[in-house]
């Protein structure tokens, strides 16, 4: 097992998670499936939420970048509950939060990545910002890292980053030689969204873990 406190605290790049724990990315697509096959339709209470999110994003995004707090009222937590992930038979943890930092050319770029974690199955991170914009792929090693501490090592493990402008879903098997692949990302911001499809995508791995 990965010890949590060490790997989480040092990892800085997807190259320092490969060395350290022997991960690979997988190289077939249908590894990760459950991002692309079979996914779930909307219904019409569905498609208000995310018409709701939408709204209300867009109303308190125009100010500027919005803080994991934010993000996570406005964005996160009424996915959860369209999702049915605050109900039964789901149960949701909050365990930790780790700080971020990004070398730029110019600064030091901070932030802070709130953790939730569904069913010990699926982890949510969600990423802060103070001064400048950390895309949600920087935040990807170390929710990999966080993923293989799960202690279900027999079971597929999913993840999902943003930042409350952008969606990323992972896969990762905890095999001898564990793997993982990375859907595209998904985008919030425009007018015409991916909510809808972010939503769906987070229905599908709820009946993955239920499964």
């Known amino acids: 097992m990965v010890s949590s406190v060490g790997i989480t605290d040092t990892i800085k790049s997807l190259n320092d998670l490969q060395t350290r724990c022997n991960l690979t990315q997988a190289d077939s697509d249908r590894f990760f499936y459950e991002w692309i096959d079979e996914l779930p339709e909307l219904n019409q209470q569905e498609q208000a939420g995310i018409a709701r999110i939408k709204q209300r994003y867009d109303y308190h995004r125009v100010d500027g970048l919005l803080l994991e707090g934010t993000i996570n009222l406005l964005v996160v937590s009424p996915l959860l509950e369209l999702t049915g992930f ?44 103070k001064r400048t914009s950390i895309p949600v792929a920087a935040a990807l090693p170390q929710l990999l890292a966080h993923m293989l501490t799960n202690p279900q090592s027999d079971k597929s493990v999913f993840g999902m980053a943003t ?44 009946q993955a873990m239920l499964g």
């Not at 730029?104 to 974690?117: K, Q, S």
């Not at 909510?195 to 995508?201: N, P």
């Open 86 to 129: 605050l109900d039964p038979p789901y149960r949701i943890r909050s365990p930790y939060g780790v700080a971020l930092e990004l070398e730029d050319p110019d600064e030091t770029i901070r932030g802070f990545i709130d953790t939730l974690v569904v069913q010990e199955k699926l982890w949510i991170l969600v990423v802060e910002s």
């Open 163 to 206: 930042n409350g402008d952008e969606f990323v879903f992972l896969k990762l098997t905890l095999t001898d030689t564990p793997q993982y692949d990375v859907s595209r990302t998904f985008s919030l911001f425009p007018r015409r969204h991916e909510l809808a499809e972010v939503l769906r995508i987070l229905k599908r791995l709820g």
